[in-house]
């Protein structure tokens, strides 16, 4: 699976902006559907809730694909 950290600067980021954020979708509709359909993992556990605050230390995997929130 590949990794990559992304910095953020704030105390959260919600979970459907980080993975815009990230490069992981190309649009906000396309996160939320993701989400939705259970295909995006927080921590190793599927997460469905697409407000999710996302902090550091957090990992999200989508499609193989898994950013390290720092």
Not at 3 to 14: D, G, L, P, R, V
Not at 30 to 56: P, Y
């Amino acid at each position: 699976m590949a990794e990559k950290n992304i910095k953020i600067t704030t105390e959260f980021i919600k979970l459907d902006a980080l993975l815009k954020f990230a490069s992981m979708v190309g649009s906000g509709g396309e996160a939320k559907q993701l989400i939705q359909d259970g295909q995006v993992l927080v921590n190793g556990e599927v997460c469905t809730m697409r407000g999710k605050k996302i902090r550091s230390g957090d990992r999200v995997a989508l499609g193989g694909e898994e950013v390290v929130v720092e």
